[in-house]
């Protein structure tokens, strides 16, 4: 059974810089792509950023420039480093990734942006 578990969120100042990890285990496959989603208060889950096996990466036009995913294919990783991070990205980040025609989910990180 594929499990995914984040970690690295928490409490950051406006400006500030985090890094968030997501580990994949039970997977015989590498994942077809892998990816952040989040889901802040009263709003949507949205894609943050995603990364392909390939190394095809697409980012939500608010993370631009300022979130980079990357990935470990051998070891079934993702990460997101954030940086310049904002009040309005404060939201529960969730790992996603799929493969021969599943998708599997962590269950979140917080990441809280405040002074």
């Known amino acids: 059974q594929v499990q995914m578990v984040e970690s690295g969120g928490g409490l950051v100042q406006p400006g500030g810089s985090l890094r968030l990890s997501c580990a994949a285990s039970?997977?015989?496959?590498?994942?077809?792509?892998m990816a952040w989603y989040r889901q802040g208060p009263g709003k949507e889950r949205e894609l943050v950023a995603q990364l392909t096996s390939g190394g095809s990466t697409n980012y939500h036009d608010s993370v631009k420039g300022r979130f980079t995913i990357s990935r470990d294919n051998a070891e079934n990783t993702v990460a997101l480093q954030m940086n310049s991070l904002k009040p309005e990205d404060t939201a529960v980040y969730y790992c996603?990734?799929?493969?021969?025609?599943?998708?599997?989910w962590g269950k979140g990180t917080l990441v809280t942006v405040s002074s």
């Open positions: 039970g997977s015989r496959f590498i994942f077809n792509y």
């Open positions: 996603n990734a799929g493969v021969l025609g599943r998708t599997y």
